[in-house]
């Protein structure tokens, strides 16, 4: 499954040459998403570093998520700025996720790429224009191809682990793959 899944141009958190590689498919309105963000990017990269890396993909889902297709949109965004404001936009979504609606994703987002360094005027041209609509919809197509329906879903080094899980079944995994190669 690993070699269907695209990591070149996607947002990376953690060493790029890592021997592990965690692909998550996210919402960032999901509860159980920002759930598995605490854990997974806080806890398991902070235990693996240089040894297990984190590419992030966009799996909004609109149907009962009323401003995902808009916070992933606004992701894109900011990774056009750059991968640290990328993960500055990121953080913020998941960490005011109760507080957001569709009327202050926006000024949430220019907030986290100002802090992080980013050109709040480029990106917010890119919000209003869209422009990242594509790369969304690249993400969403991949996840369906790959029979992604929920999300989070995590692939480490190919193996499909679906659901905010305990800590240990990732880390079990990856002590796996580690030894493998």
Do not use: M
């Amino acid at each position: 499954t690993l070699s269907k899944l695209t990591t070149q141009g996607q947002p990376v958190l953690g060493d790029p040459n890592a021997p592990v590689t965690i692909v998550v498919f996210s919402d960032f309105q999901c509860p159980f998403c920002a759930k598995a963000e605490r854990s997974v990017e806080r806890k398991l990269l902070g235990s693996y570093q240089g040894k297990a890396k984190l590419v992030f993909k966009n799996l909004p889902l609109h149907q009962i998520h009323s401003w995902a297709d808009s916070a992933a949109i606004a992701g894109e965004c900011a990774y056009r700025e750059n991968n640290k404001v990328f993960w500055a936009v990121h953080s913020a979504f998941f960490e005011q996720q109760a507080q957001i609606n569709n009327r202050n994703l926006d000024d949430i987002a220019v907030r986290a790429v100002k802090q992080a360094g980013g050109d709040t005027r480029r990106f917010s041209e890119c919000l209003r224009k869209r422009s990242t609509e594509d790369a969304v919809s690249a993400d969403v197509a991949e996840a369906n191809a790959l029979g992604v329906k929920s999300t989070p879903t995590f692939f480490i080094n190919g193996r499909r682990v679906t659901g905010a899980q305990p800590i240990e079944g990732f880390t079990a995994i990856v002590d796996e793959e580690l030894t493998s190669n």
